[in-house]
């Protein structure tokens, strides 16, 4: 069977990888030539493990290829997945103008039967608009199926390739019989496949990350009030974890969510849902409560360093998570904005992302540098933001040496709080109690 990739990004290059890798020949297109171009050069225009071995796997076998030619890879395949961008047009309005105007491109170019599969996450009715809107282009009968994607970026290759389940929406039994085929080497591993319609497809990706994204916000709530009460967040995480209807994942407290879907698909639910009449209290709490925590985190830093005009602070981590140069709403970007709102002097290093985030912060008191000690010299605190492996085993010596002042504040509870007391820091952490002299006025940000 062939199949088309339309979108070369994230999403579209990892599931053109993966679905090579099931023995399909996969054409990937994508309107950027200077992207195809670094992909048929042998490279990856982005970071995410295991991605670049399997592409370059595929190629050689013969089962992968990459193009700017929309008209070839449409006549060459069956099934045309589209995987473009739905990014934010305004908050909670995804922006859908390259998902429809792929669809009028590819209709105006099928010469037979053809099923489109949306990829893209898009608001419930986005299928039924799209297939009513083609209808009367369509010189050929297709069908357009939903096939929400639930890949995590640092883990997306395993993720493809090991799926809690597969969701396929749509009406057409022949279209989703088809994609069932697809789909059928993931049978061994017992994964089950789930079909429904195409609205309910949609809203389950939505429903999906807003749920996660609750259960994040909680924890984060749970740890504000420990850190008021003097009590240890990962003391109620565990009992809260040992719950078969609660589990463990996702219940460790941070600075908030972030990446290119929790927030935006978050929005996008709460202004589905109020376009429907209908409110979600819950998931907008849990927004509200995900959006003020990184001030919530600049307060506990200004309560033990005092007034941060004119400080310098080392800040570790700019991707939203680790295992990605991703830093689209990650937590630590808008940290350091409010850092420098505040007049600090930033140091800034992340493994990957330096330089994605130098694309979005740009400021004549922020540097980016090329290691942690570097990003701690002469700093009267350093935060760290993201839970690199590699933070985890700083010098801690080292480190303490290189800064003038000795608070780090460490927003992914990464490190021993004995520890971090012993070699002479003032710890902040995330709802574990606070130690050093200072603890009664960091205490004081939760009152």
Known sequence: MHVMMIGAGRVGLVSAACLADFGIKVHCVDKM???????RKG????????????????????RLCFSTNLEEAVDQSLVLFIAVGTEDEVPGKPNLTDLFGVGRQVIGMMKEYKVLVIKSTVPPGTARRLAAELKSEAAVAFDVV?????????????????????????SSRHALAILKDIYQPLCLLETPIVTTDNDTAELAKYASNAFLSVKISFINEMANLCDATGLNVHDVMRILALDRRIGPKFL???????????????????????????????????????QALRAYLVEQLRSVVGSLEDRTVGVLGLSYKPNTDDVRES?????????????????AFDPWANQSAAAVLKHDRLCFVSDAYEAAANAEAVTILTEWN?????????LKKAMTGDVIQDTRNIFDPETMAAHGFVYLSRGRGIRGARKEAAANIAA
């Open 33 to 39: 030539a200077e992207r195809i171009d670094c992909l």
């Open 43 to 62: 490279g990856v225009p982005f970071q995410e493990p295991g991605l670049a071995e399997l592409v370059h796997k595929n190629v050689q076998a013969g």
């Open 146 to 170: 939903s096939n929400p994607e639930f890949l995590r970026e640092g883990s997306a290759v395993e993720d493809f390739m090991r799926p809690d389940r597969v969701v396929l929406g749509g």
């Open 252 to 290: 460790h407290a941070g600075p908030g969510f972030g990446g290119s879907c929790f927030p935006k698909d978050t929005r996008a639910l709460i202004a589905t849902a109020r376009d429907q009449g209908c409110q979600c209290p819950v998931i907008e709490g849990a927004y509200r409560t995900n």
């Open 331 to 347: 937590p630590a970007i808008e940290f350091v904005r409010l850092l420098l709102e505040e007049g600090a002097t930033v140091q």
């Open 390 to 398: 590699e933070f985890r085993n700083l010098d801690l010596d080292r």
